[in-house]
């Protein structure tokens, strides 16, 4: 593989055109958007928008004017197609922490006589301290953990809910959606996916699998901006017999009829609990459109390039400098990033962040590198890995300054 070669597919790429979606700032190697996804130009204009005309001139009429109170089920429908979703089964609100609450609280309220919320350890440490909080407000509720390799064999009777994120934070491993959901559903438990490193990266049918359940997260692959607000998706055929406990006033049945008594709202929109944070939700609604007109089989066939490219350079260009790669080679067992283990990984990532490549570090040992389709391209893999391999080579990353530890690693 040669320079040429990588910029021939460059070349060639049919979603090329879609880095233009972004702004990126030259020279840079952006290999982070699994954390938080790139700036889309269409942003920039509709904040701008939404400050100046929307809040600044319509005030509170925008509610009504620009639909600002439809913005929750009228950016989840957009999200619907990414995760194979009908429109009117996902909405978008509050973070991934506080949905898993508010599902995990409803759904085991279904099956009070089974006693187990069931996860896997290791999973991302939000879903695990929220499923703590849960069971233990929960009457005879308790969170058990299996292996993932033990999961289908720990379920059983006495299980209430399997959560589990659907690709692995850390290691990229991803669980097949449909085999895992029909298992639990034969053992009489229901799913709840946490999508957060999936949505908007690899290709997704809730329909079709059988999910009942699920959340993501919009500021990673979906480009929705720091913070973004999250989604749930919760299965048409569930929707009515769930009961939220938190119980806000924009998830009433009659939010603006004021009233001391709680009615749920129909469907979706019951999950939704106090008032949408406007600017935030239509940042997001950028980055999900930064999707438009893309066929994520087509996202996802990039995604895999991108990933054997790096993982072949690497191989090729860092041997012997003790890279582990942590991440399954199988597309199909995985997500769109690439994890290596190296017991200096803080610092390597640090060195390579002073070189402008962006990736992340994951505790203790890990160093991360997520593969976004739409706004990487070929050569960015070859720049990536011919930095990486100099800060190798040379020991760069042995510098005292790149063992600094700031608030956020
Ligand atoms: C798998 C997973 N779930 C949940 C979260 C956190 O979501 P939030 O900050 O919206 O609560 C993250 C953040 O990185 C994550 O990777």
Same mark, same amino acid.
């Given at each position: 593989?040669?320079?040429?070669?990588?910029?021939?597919?460059?070349?060639?790429?049919?979603?090329?055109?879609?880095?233009?979606?972004?702004?990126?700032?030259?020279?840079?190697?952006?290999?982070?958007?699994?954390?938080?996804?790139?700036?889309?130009?269409?942003?920039?204009?509709?904040?701008?928008?939404?400050?100046?005309?929307?809040?600044?001139?319509?005030?509170?009429?925008?509610?009504?004017?620009?639909?600002?109170?439809?913005?929750?089920?009228?950016?989840?429908?957009?999200?619907?197609?990414?995760?194979?979703?009908?429109?009117?089964?996902?909405?978008?609100?509050?973070?991934?922490?506080?949905?898993?609450?508010?599902?995990?609280?409803?759904?085991? %309220? +279904?099956? @009070? $006589?089974?006693?187990? =919320? &069931?996860?896997?350890?290791?999973?991302?440490? /939000?879903?695990?301290?929220?499923?703590?909080?849960?069971?233990?407000?929960?009457?005879?509720?308790?969170?058990?953990?299996?292996?993932?390799?033990?999961?289908?064999? %720990? +379920?059983? @009777? $006495?299980?209430?809910? =399997? &959560?589990?994120?659907?690709?692995?934070?850390? /290691?990229?491993?991803?669980?097949?959606?449909?085999?895992?959901?029909?298992?639990?559903?034969?053992?009489?438990?229901?799913?709840?996916?946490?999508?957060?490193?999936?949505?908007?990266?690899?290709?997704?049918?809730?329909?079709?699998?059988?999910?009942?359940?699920?959340?993501?997260?919009?500021?990673?692959?979906?480009?929705?901006?720091?913070?973004?607000?999250?989604?749930?998706?919760?299965?048409?055929?569930?929707?009515?017999?769930?009961?939220?406990?938190?119980?806000?006033?924009?998830?009433?049945?009659?939010?603006?009829?004021?009233?001391?008594?709680?009615?749920?709202?129909?469907?979706?929109?019951?999950?939704?609990?106090?008032?949408?944070?406007?600017?935030?939700?239509?940042?997001?609604?950028?980055?999900?459109?930064?999707?438009?007109?893309?066929?994520?089989?087509?996202?996802?066939?990039?995604?895999?390039?991108?990933?054997?490219?790096?993982?072949?350079?690497?191989?090729?260009?860092?041997?012997?400098?003790?890279?582990?790669?942590?991440?399954?080679?199988?597309?199909?067992?995985?997500?769109?990033?690439?994890?290596?283990?190296?017991?200096?990984?803080?610092?390597?990532?640090?060195?390579?962040?002073?070189?402008?490549?962006?990736?992340?570090?994951?505790?203790?040992?890990?160093?991360?590198?997520?593969?976004?389709?739409?706004?990487?391209?070929?050569?960015?893999?070859?720049?990536?890995?011919?930095?990486?391999?100099?800060?190798?080579?040379?020991?760069?990353?042995?510098?005292?300054?790149?063992?600094?530890?700031?608030?956020?690693?």
């Amino acid at each position: 593989m040669t320079l040429d070669d990588v910029r021939a597919r460059d070349g060639a790429d049919p979603l090329r055109a879609c880095r233009d979606r972004f702004r990126l700032p030259d020279g840079l190697v952006y290999l982070d958007g699994n954390s938080l996804g790139a700036l889309p130009k269409a942003a920039v204009a509709r904040q701008r928008e939404v400050v100046e005309r929307e809040w600044g001139r319509s005030l509170i009429r925008s509610w009504n004017e620009h639909d600002w109170i439809g913005a929750p089920q009228r950016i989840g429908a957009r999200i619907a197609p990414l995760i194979g979703a009908k429109p009117h089964e996902v909405i978008v609100a509050d973070s991934v922490s506080v949905n898993l609450f508010k599902l995990i609280t409803a759904a085991v %309220a +279904l099956s @009070p $006589d089974r006693p187990v =919320l &069931l996860s896997e350890p290791g999973n991302f440490h /939000t879903d695990l301290h929220v499923a703590s909080g849960a069971a233990e407000l929960v009457p005879d509720l308790r969170l058990e953990t299996a292996p993932r390799d033990r999961i289908e064999a %720990a +379920l059983g @009777p $006495d299980t209430n809910l =399997l &959560l589990l994120t659907h690709v692995h934070y850390k /290691t990229g491993e991803r669980f097949d959606m449909a085999g895992v959901t029909r298992a639990a559903k034969g053992a009489g438990a229901l799913t709840l996916w946490d999508l957060s490193h999936s949505v908007g990266a690899v290709p997704l049918h809730l329909n079709r699998d059988g999910a009942e359940l699920a959340v993501g997260c919009g500021y990673k692959y979906l480009n929705g901006g720091p913070g973004a607000p999250a989604f749930l998706y919760v299965a048409e055929h569930l929707q009515e017999r769930l009961l939220p406990t938190l119980r806000g006033w924009m998830g009433h049945a009659a939010p603006f009829a004021f009233a001391d008594d709680y009615v749920p709202a129909p469907g979706i929109s019951r999950f939704l609990a106090g008032t949408p944070p406007m600017l935030s939700l239509l940042a997001l609604e950028s980055g999900v459109e930064s999707f438009d007109g893309v066929d994520m089989d087509a996202a996802w066939a990039k995604s895999i390039a991108l990933f054997d490219l790096f993982a072949a350079l690497v191989e090729e260009c860092c041997a012997g400098h003790g890279l582990e790669c942590i991440t399954p080679r199988d597309p199909a067992l995985r997500g769109s990033h690439i994890s290596y283990r190296h017991p200096h990984a803080f610092e390597i990532c640090q060195a390579l962040i002073a070189a402008e490549v962006i990736g992340d570090f994951r505790a203790p040992d890990v160093i991360r590198f997520g593969l976004t389709p739409l706004y990487l391209g070929y050569e960015d893999i070859w720049t990536a890995v011919e930095r990486l391999a100099d800060i190798l080579e040379t020991g760069r990353w042995r510098d005292p300054r790149f063992a600094v530890r700031g608030k956020v690693t």
